[in-house]
């Protein structure tokens, strides 16, 4: 149990769209449209982004954001008192917990607006100057280098003023936004300087927690594994180890299935630490099937809570309904699923110092995969893990027909073999469509980010082949798809790409 001996279920981050959106906003805005929704829903800690080198927040030691809505944070701050003044009081009246967030480092492609930045061109990773484009090395450049105390003090002193000056019930430091915080060549190394700066934290919360008789609570959010973490200069095993941290958010939710979360719990077994997962909106995952296998995934592997993120704008009915299903691993058992593999960096291409920085903490994931001829009789196998009880369901009668997807790029008059645990499935029995499949994602031409969101159908280009499934054909844990070349297509010059897998799980 977290220091503050609660053990929450769900925490939304919100990225403080509104001060963007809703110029002049007030707090009866606030209400209706950010804090009001959750009520009622499986939501007990609401989380602010409160900025990254400008802060969206009445700070009085950092610089102050004014970009995107100029003067609505300060006509906020005149009227209201300001967002962290409050955000908090809305929280209390709503059933939930505070924590402001703080993206810790910035690697947008805009141009850098911010006085530290500008004013301390020696203190980029780049120190001012511009590596080969698409290199990591240029991605994230522009941000910060923490190697620099001045950096990591700066950093770490706006986050202690929050505990310091508001009413919170801890913080959120969020090392995947963005992440990238040393040269790429120095991050494992230089890793016990972001351990110090943790420590600092830590320290002067709980200095602070014993001079206001409560206990706050550090959340941290990090890539999707201790190997991913480290290589970015994160000794997530550490602080975890010193008890450093009260909840660790495993991974920004970009490879939900293919993250091994269970590393995160076994470490944090027997310790006051409780491990999160992440639901990322622009996975994309929005897609009720697929949000609830995302969920009963996690669970399995033993998680405490989910964290959402990039979710917060979803309608009330969303929040109070679906989430309380995703929330409930009871809830779950016996729902309708599409379990999924991940894609490697299927958002973010090399052109974009923002995609790079992802890049830089994202692991790499088997898909997409090459499906090549084989010179022995090997096959490409692709492992499924399906969470639900297939053995309980089946005895019980209520399992139904399943069905196993693949997608591939560039099929034509292939001839190709394709098993599922060692049973081999009739391509003449799979339906087949060139037209590639469908799954729920933010509607075309809207604000995603705008409440309330609004959803729609959007196609994942390829070539489908789809075959329904008995129950016996499927397994819990891990069922493994297997494909095999037997003749490529004879005008073929470029691999046969397999992109992505779905197995749906149907109950009657």
Same mark, same amino acid.
């Given at each position: 149990?977290?220091?503050s001996?609660?053990n929450?279920?769900?925490?939304?981050?919100?990225?403080?769209?509104?001060?963007?959106?809703? #110029?002049?906003?007030?707090?009866?805005?606030?209400w209706?449209?950010m804090i009001?929704p959750?009520?009622?829903?499986?939501?007990?800690?609401?989380?602010?982004?409160s900025?990254?080198?400008?802060?969206n927040?009445?700070?009085e030691?950092g610089?102050?954001?004014?970009?995107?809505?100029?003067g609505?944070?300060e006509?906020?701050?005149?009227k209201?008192?300001?967002p962290?003044t409050?955000?908090? +009081?809305l $929280? /209390?009246k709503a059933?939930?917990?505070?924590?402001?967030?703080?993206?810790?480092?910035q690697?947008?492609?805009?141009?850098?607006?911010?006085?530290? /930045?500008?004013?301390h061109?020696e203190?980029?990773?780049?120190? &001012?100057?511009?590596?080969l484009?698409?290199?990591?090395?240029?991605g994230?450049?522009?941000? !910060?280098?923490?190697s620099?105390?001045?950096? /990591?003090?700066?950093?770490a002193?706006?986050?202690?003023?929050?505990?310091?000056?508001?009413d919170?019930?801890?913080?959120?430091?969020?090392?995947?936004r963005?992440?990238?915080?040393?040269k790429?060549?120095?991050?494992?190394s230089?890793?016990?300087? =972001?351990?110090d700066?943790?420590k600092y934290?830590?320290?002067g919360?709980?200095?602070?927690?014993?001079?206001n008789?409560k #206990?706050?609570?550090?959340?941290?959010?990090v890539p999707a594994?201790?190997?991913a973490?480290? &290589?970015?200069?994160l000794?997530?095993?550490?602080?975890?180890?010193?008890?450093l941290?009260?909840i660790v958010?495993?991974?920004?939710?970009?490879?939900?299935?293919?993250?091994? =979360?269970?590393e995160?719990?076994? @470490?944090?077994s027997? @310790?006051n630490?409780?491990?999160?997962?992440?639901?990322?909106?622009?996975?994309?995952?929005?897609d009720q099937?697929t949000?609830?296998?995302i969920?009963a995934n996690?669970?399995?592997? &033993?998680?405490?809570g989910?964290h959402?993120f990039? !979710?917060y704008?979803?309608?009330?009915?969303?929040?109070?309904?679906?989430?309380?299903?995703l929330?409930?691993?009871?809830?779950?058992?016996h729902?309708? +699923?599409?379990?999924?593999?991940?894609?490697?960096?299927?958002r973010?291409?090399?052109?974009?110092?923002?995609?790079?920085?992802?890049?830089n903490?994202?692991?790499?994931?088997?898909?997409?995969?090459?499906?090549?001829?084989?010179?022995?009789?090997q096959?490409a196998?692709?492992e499924?893990?399906?969470?639900?009880d297939?053995?309980?369901a089946?005895? @019980?009668?209520?399992l139904a027909n $399943?069905?196993?997807?693949?997608?591939?790029d560039?099929?034509?008059?292939?001839?190709?073999?394709?098993?599922?645990?060692?049973?081999?499935?009739?391509?003449?029995?799979?339906?087949t469509?060139?037209? &590639?499949?469908?799954?729920v994602?933010?509607?075309?031409?809207?604000?995603?980010?705008?409440?309330?969101?609004?959803?729609?159908? +959007? #196609?994942?280009?390829?070539?489908?082949?789809k075959?329904?499934?008995?129950?016996?054909?499927?397994?819990?844990g891990?069922?493994?798809?297997?494909?095999?070349?037997?003749?490529?297509?004879?005008?073929?010059?470029?691999?046969l790409?397999?992109n992505?897998?779905? !197995?749906? =799980? +149907?109950?009657?």
């Amino acid at each position: 149990m977290p220091r503050s001996g609660k053990n929450r279920k769900v925490l939304s981050n919100d990225d403080s769209w509104i001060l963007h959106f809703r #110029n002049p906003v007030t707090p009866e805005i606030m209400w209706d449209e950010m804090i009001g929704p959750h009520v009622g829903s499986a939501i007990d800690g609401f989380i602010w982004s409160s900025g990254a080198y400008t802060y969206n927040f009445e700070t009085e030691i950092g610089e102050r954001s004014d970009s995107r809505s100029p003067g609505n944070l300060e006509q906020f701050i005149e009227k209201h008192g300001g967002p962290l003044t409050v955000i908090p +009081k809305l $929280c /209390r009246k709503a059933g939930m917990d505070f924590f402001p967030s703080f993206r810790m480092n910035q690697h947008y492609d805009s141009d850098m607006t911010d006085k530290l /930045r500008l004013e301390h061109p020696e203190y980029l990773i780049n120190r &001012g100057k511009e590596p080969l484009k698409g290199s990591m090395e240029w991605g994230i450049g522009r941000g !910060l280098d923490f190697s620099f105390e001045e950096v /990591r003090k700066i950093k770490a002193d706006v986050i202690l003023e929050t505990v310091e000056r508001f009413d919170v019930d801890g913080v959120e430091l969020d090392f995947m936004r963005h992440p990238g915080y040393f040269k790429v060549e120095q991050a494992i190394s230089n890793a016990y300087l =972001i351990t110090d700066m943790v420590k600092y934290i830590r320290a002067g919360m709980d200095k602070l927690g014993k001079a206001n008789n409560k #206990n706050y609570d550090l959340i941290v959010r990090v890539p999707a594994s201790f190997s991913a973490s480290l &290589g970015i200069g994160l000794d997530v095993e550490t602080w975890i180890e010193k008890d450093l941290v009260d909840i660790v958010v495993a991974g920004g939710g970009f490879i939900p299935f293919d993250a091994p =979360i269970r590393e995160f719990v076994e @470490k944090a077994s027997g @310790k006051n630490i409780n491990i999160f997962g992440c639901l990322e909106g622009l996975r994309p995952a929005v897609d009720q099937l697929t949000l609830r296998a995302i969920a009963a995934n996690y669970w399995s592997q &033993g998680i405490d809570g989910i964290h959402l993120f990039n !979710l917060y704008s979803m309608s009330a009915s969303w929040k109070q309904n679906e989430l309380k299903e995703l929330s409930s691993p009871d809830k779950l058992k016996h729902l309708d +699923k599409r379990y999924e593999r991940d894609r490697s960096y299927s958002r973010f291409g090399t052109a974009s110092h923002l995609h790079m920085s992802f890049r830089n903490g994202i692991p790499k994931t088997q898909l997409p995969l090459a499906i090549e001829n084989t010179i022995a009789d090997q096959t490409a196998d692709v492992e499924i893990n399906v969470a639900d009880d297939i053995e309980d369901a089946i005895s @019980k009668n209520i399992l139904a027909n $399943c069905e196993l997807e693949l997608l591939f790029d560039g099929f034509n008059d292939d001839e190709i073999s394709v098993s599922i645990n060692n049973r081999n499935l009739n391509w003449n029995d799979a339906i087949t469509n060139p037209n &590639g499949w469908d799954f729920v994602h933010y509607k075309a031409d809207t604000n995603w980010n705008y409440y309330p969101s609004q959803l729609d159908k +959007k #196609n994942d280009e390829g070539y489908c082949a789809k075959w329904t499934l008995s129950s016996e054909l499927i397994k819990s844990g891990i069922n493994t798809i297997q494909i095999k070349m037997i003749k490529p297509d004879s005008s073929r010059i470029d691999s046969l790409i397999l992109n992505n897998v779905r !197995l749906s =799980i +149907k109950y009657n």
